[in-house]
Nanobody, 122 residues
Framework: VQFVESGGGLVQAGGSLRLSCAAS????????IGWFRQAPGKGREGVAA????????WYADSVRGRFTISSDIAKHTVYLHMNTLKPEDTASYYC????????????????WGKGTLVTVSS
């Protein structure tokens, strides 16, 4: 299993970024893919997720209305469109996959990427 995460970087508050997560090595269409983040000194938290099988999406309250998750099953790639970024969005962002969307709740995902860093300056 392999994830290639990209799109992170430095952006000013109010700006936008799009993260990409290209996955391989498992049946992408049957899995839920989630984006998680971990800020310095804090625990990992779920940000957004999508079930490729059911087309259901989930967002954390802190990003709902600002972030959008989408999936291109043909390309085995999930995107996280992040708008109106805030300094508190600064973190390493990880994509992860699991057969169940419910695994997002306890961070118990089967496969994890290595992360991409997002830094939002004030």
């Amino acid at each position: 299993v392999q994830f290639v995460e990209s799109g992170g970087g430095l952006v000013q508050a109010g700006g936008s970024l799009r993260l990409s997560c290209a996955a391989s090595g498992f049946t992408f269409a049957d899995y839920a893919i989630g984006w998680f983040r971990q800020a310095p000194g804090k625990g990992r938290e779920g940000v957004a997720a999508i079930s490729n099988r059911a087309g259901i999406t989930w967002y954390a309250d802190s990003v709902r209305g600002r972030f959008t998750i989408s999936s291109d099953i043909a390309k085995h790639t999930v995107y996280l469109h992040m708008n109106t970024l805030k300094p508190e969005d600064t973190a390493s962002y990880y994509c992860a996959a699991d057969a169940s969307l419910l695994s997002i709740a306890n961070l118990n995902m089967e496969y994890w990427g290595k992360g991409t860093l997002v830094t939002v300056s004030s």
